[in-house]
């Protein structure tokens, strides 16, 4: 039976996968390397060091590990800017709600996410307090699509990964929940995300109620 719900944050609960776009696409015009929206795409849930290497098979040069450093700080600057003026507004629609509704459901909540700005991102948005864990990105070694991450949500709540969901936007994190042994819930265009085994368009549609018994 399912025990935890594991979410995604990026994309998922906050509106900053958008940010994150705007922030590399500024950074690869800085530079002048070509950036659209299927590159935009792939960023999605990668982390920063690794989506930075994405963004740079297409640079014309080879760029020093010092100079890849000040990039990936130069891109998160620019995200930073933007997120420290969010707040509550800024959580997508129905997302407080999909998460109220899992611990009304009694199933316990972790957040997964590749991000160390999320343990700012939450603070900001009002909703730290509705997880009973937060994986902290700084202890994950292997980035999604590895499992690592998932395993460590749930862990960290004391469950075993067959007794977990994933929520996921993201291509990758998808590939990680399913290598992690759990089901995986898709946000967004069924395209991307064509492996999920339940795609719903945004977060709002989130029922609890279609995976648990009883
Ligand atoms: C999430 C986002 C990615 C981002 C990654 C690292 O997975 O979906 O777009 O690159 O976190 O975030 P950070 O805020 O630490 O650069
Ligand atoms: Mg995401």
Redesign the pocket.
Known sequence: TMKGVIF????VIAD??IV?HAAWKRLAADIGIAFDDRIGER??????R??LDILLEKAPRAYSEDEKEALASR??DY?RQQIETFGPQHLLPGARNAVESVRRAGLKTALA??????PLLLERLGIAELFDYVVD?NHIGRA?PDPEIFLAAARGLGLEPSECLGVED?VA?IASIHAAGMKAVGIGHAQALAEADLLLPNVAAFDIGLFISG
């Open positions: 995604d944050l990026d994309g900053t996968a994150h960023l999605k849930g990668v982390d920063r690794g989506s891109k998160n995200y996410s590749a991000s160390r700005n999320a990105a999604k993201a994190g």
